[in-house]
């Protein structure tokens, strides 16, 4: 069965700092990575996938996230960071099941910012 | 349009009372899907409706009964639930149930069991 670590419960930057989160995957097969970012009170609103093919992937806000096979990561990146990325993000690996997507997500990460 | 819409966007029930959330998309998406959260946690996955079939069923109590009428619509019928049932509840949907389909999330029903 896949899981998803995310060893950091929260991460503190200050605004304009550079940020990274990190992402453990355990899958058997080729995995299908995912972040989603949620504000408070709110769904998930996916910012980046990867399925194939290159290894850097850009998202909307101005994330990125690197597939790194050799160390099963996939850890979320953004150079400069605003007080309105504020948020939990989760990383999620999905796989098929029956013809069913099952995304299985990890416990979350939550970003603070300081002005 | 990639907007899933779901009501209430709050509720707050009694145990023995029996209510509905629903959630709707236009997006001609073919897999809808219900998800539970708890504070501070992911979401996890309750339902999964393909083609407006029940695919999946992650072992969820009975006095939680999805419906999905169409499909745009996907209903959840709470009955005789418990005070710890509250949560987030999000609905998603995705073009098809294939592992490579982006889901896309509502803004969820948060949900209070008195």
């Known amino acids: ?115 | 349009d990639t907007e899933v819409t779901q009501t209430p966007k709050h509720l707050v029930m009694g145990m023995t009372n029996k209510k509905s959330l629903k959630c709707e998309q236009h997006m001609g998406h073919r897999a809808m899907y219900w998800y539970k959260q708890k504070a501070k946690k992911p979401p996890e996955l309750m339902f999964v409706y393909s083609y407006e079939k029940l695919s999946i069923n992650e072992s969820v109590p009975s006095r939680f009964s999805p419906e999905c009428p169409n499909s745009s619509l996907l209903n959840l019928h709470l009955h005789a639930l418990q005070p710890e049932d509250s949560a987030l509840y999000l609905c998603a949907s995705s073009q098809g149930p294939a592992d490579t389909d982006t889901q896309y999330f509502g803004p969820g029903t948060r949900l209070t069991v008195l």
């Open chain 1, 1 to 115: 069965a896949q899981s998803v670590t995310q060893p950091d419960i929260h991460i503190t930057v200050s605004e304009g700092a550079s940020l990274e989160l990190r992402c453990n995957y355990s899958y058997g097969a080729t995995p299908y990575l995912f972040w989603y970012v949620q504000s408070p009170g709110q769904g998930l609103q996916l910012l980046l996938k990867y399925f194939s093919g290159d290894t850097l992937v850009q998202g909307i806000k101005g994330f990125e996230a690197e597939f790194k096979r050799s160390q099963s990561s996939f850890n979320l990146r953004k150079p400069s960071v605003h007080w309105s990325d504020a948020a939990e993000y989760f990383c999620a690996v999905g796989a098929g099941s029956g013809g069913s997507y099952i995304p299985t997500f990890g416990r979350g990460t939550s970003l603070i910012v300081h002005p």
